[in-house]
């Protein structure tokens, strides 16, 4: 079942979600942390030290949002990170923290769709996702196509909510994210939709196993699965 932001709305799901960030952006970087307690940050910290060995020198952070994962993989010192995001919206944001930290110069945003990357193959020495690849339209399309900007022996990060399957993890998970979560995010945001959106998205997420299953059909090979905080969210990587 497909999951779009605006139930009562047309469009296809990239349009809506594109729409749905453009108008939380200016409140988004207070709402992650604000609503995760900040954990989000130690997982984007863990996600990138999966790259520690490989020493990537050209990185895409594909669904960049603000930058947020890109400025963690500057701790790679690599030689350049791109952030791709269709949301002009989470661009302007990103790249005024960019100017404002002075990492202009080492992460360029720009407008990208996951589906149809702008990018020639074998491009990039690792490609990182975090909380995006549950927005794609089409996931195994999204996932195939940083596959094929990825160089041979490159690796692929990504980091994404996932369910809590053990008691009490998961029925206080499931009370936060389906009460608490969208009504603090609809006082905050402005937005009804965008914080009901996220537990729906997360629910139907092929996560754990279910990923891995896809990103090994696609070829990916070394595929792995790291739960974190009780398995509120996950690491997953994998080699082309």
Do not use: C, H, W
């Given at each position: 079942m497909t999951v779009l932001p605006y139930k009562d709305k047309e469009g296809s799901k990239k349009e809506q979600v594109a729409e749905m960030f453009n108008s939380i952006s200016k409140r988004y970087d207070f709402l992650n942390h604000f609503l995760s307690m900040g954990i989000d940050i130690l997982w984007r910290k863990k996600a990138i030290r999966q790259l520690k060995a490989d020493q990537p020198k050209l990185i895409l952070d594909v669904a960049t949002g603000t930058g947020d994962l890109a400025i963690e993989a500057l701790k790679l010192n690599p030689e350049k990170v791109i952030g791709v995001d269709i949301s002009e919206g989470m661009?302007?944001?990103g790249r005024e923290k960019m100017k404002r930290l002075g990492y202009e110069d080492k992460i360029e945003m720009s407008m990208g769709d996951s589906e149809q990357l702008l990018f020639e193959d074998?491009?990039?020495?690792?490609?990182?996702?975090?909380?995006?690849?549950?927005?794609?339209?089409d996931l195994e399309k999204g996932l195939a196509d940083m596959q094929r900007v990825l160089k041979p022996g490159g690796k692929m990060v990504v980091l994404e909510f996932s369910?809590?399957?053990?008691?009490?993890?998961?029925?206080?998970?499931?009370?936060?994210?389906?009460?608490?979560?969208?009504?603090?995010?609809?006082?905050?945001?402005?937005?009804?939709?965008?914080?009901?959106?996220?537990?729906?998205?997360?629910?139907?997420?092929p996560y754990g196993d279910d990923f891995l299953a896809i990103l090994n059909k696609l070829g990916f090979k070394q595929t792995t699965c790291i739960p974190l905080t009780f398995g509120i969210s996950s690491i997953y990587t994998a080699v082309k």
């Open positions: 661009l302007d944001m074998n491009k990039f020495d690792a490609v990182v996702v975090a909380f995006g690849v549950r927005n794609f339209q369910t809590p399957t053990k008691f009490p993890m998961k029925q206080l998970y499931s009370f936060y994210s389906n009460s608490v979560l969208p009504l603090i995010g609809k006082v905050v945001s402005k937005d009804n939709s965008a914080y009901t959106y996220l537990p729906e998205s997360v629910q139907e997420f």
